[in-house]
């Protein structure tokens, strides 16, 4: 099995995340939201 490195982030989910925290939401990361882009 190859050895594939996955991203924990991507360049819109950092701006998803700060963005979000303009708006107060202090406990989300770029890995949850990463997340959340990969599951919808």
Known sequence: MDDVQ????TELSDRIRKDLRKHRFKFVGYIMIYAIMKSV
């Open 6 to 9: 996955v991203p924990a982030s």
